[in-house]
C-alpha cells in the first residue's frame, strides 16, 4: 500500500497554493507558483553511478519521487549543481535545447513510448539569438508537465505540454511538485511505474547526458 499524506493539513496547503496561484496560458496550458507548497507521501529514491556523465551538473547521483495522495514530486541530485549555469552558449543552434533534467513515467507499463505516458522535466531552450550569459540556478527554469497525446503513422510522439510549475533548488538536487488533480495521469503513477530518468546539457559543440538506468531499457529499473 502506498504511504499518503500523514498531515491532512500540510496535504491540504499543497492543493490550496496551487490552485490559489494558477492561471491558465491558454490552449489548455496551465501555470502554478508551486514554490511554497508540500508534499508529504512515500518517498521512492535510487541511487546512480557517479562520474559518468563529463558534467558534474548533469551527473546524477541520486534521483526519486514522492508519491502522495494529492500529489506527485520528482528529484534530480546531481553530483555538483552550480550556483549559477552558462545558457544560451553561440554555437547552439536557436530553440536547440541547453539543459534537461527530465522523468519519463511509462503509464500503460507497454514499455514503449504510447498514448498518456508522461514527461516531467526541467528544460532550457534557447529561444533568442543573444549573447551567452550566466543566470543563477534559482531563478533557471520552470518545471513543466507534457503528454503523449497520439504517436503518427510514422512513429513521431505528439507530445503537448499541460502544466507549468516552480523549480527548488536545494543543494545539489532540483525538485518540481504537481498536483494530482491538474492532470488524471499524474494519479496512475505508483511504486510500480517504470519510470526513467535523464539529465543533459548541449552547449552547440558537445553534449553530455547521464541516464537511469544506465542501460537506458524501457522495461527493466535499477534499484
Not at 181 to 202: D, G, P
Amino acid at each position: 500500500m502506498l504511504g499518503g499524506c500523514s498531515d491532512n493539513t500540510l496535504e491540504n496547503k499543497l492543493v490550496f497554493n496551487t490552485k490559489a496561484s494558477c492561471s491558465s496560458l491558454g490552449e489548455d496550458i496551465i501555470s502554478c507558483d508551486t514554490k511554497e507548497a508540500i508534499c508529504l507521501g512515500e518517498d521512492i529514491n535510487f541511487n546512480d553511478i557517479s562520474g559518468d556523465a563529463g558534467k558534474s551538473f548533469v551527473d546524477l547521483t541520486e534521483i526519486g519521487m514522492t508519491l502522495g495522495n494529492e500529489c506527485i514530486g520528482v528529484s534530480w541530485t546531481m553530483n555538483d549543481l552550480p550556483e549559477v549555469l552558462t545558457i544560451d552558449h553561440a554555437a547552439l543552434e536557436l530553440y536547440a535545447n541547453n539543459y534537461s533534467w527530465l522523468a519519463y513515467f511509462d503509464i500503460d507499463g507497454d514499455c514503449q513510448p504510447s498514448k498518456g505516458d508522461l514527461f516531467i522535466s526541467i528544460d532550457k531552450d534557447k529561444f533568442e539569438k543573444q549573447p551567452e550569459k550566466t543566470i543563477p540556478i534559482s531563478k533557471f527554469a520552470d518545471g513543466s508537465l507534457a503528454e503523449i497525446e497520439s504517436i503518427t503513422d510514422n512513429g513521431q510522439l505528439e507530445v503537448k505540454t499541460k502544466l507549468f510549475v516552480s523549480t527548488r533548488v536545494s543543494n545539489n538536487t532540483l525538485t518540481v511538485y504537481l498536483p494530482k488533480a491538474l492532470n488524471s495521469n499524474l494519479t496512475k503513477i505508483t511504486k510500480s511505474t517504470t519510470v526513467h530518468f535523464t539529465a543533459q546539457f548541449n552547449d552547440g559543440k558537445n553534449q553530455y547526458i547521464d541516464y537511469f538506468p544506465n542501460n537506458q531499457s524501457f522495461c527493466i529499473r535499477e534499484n
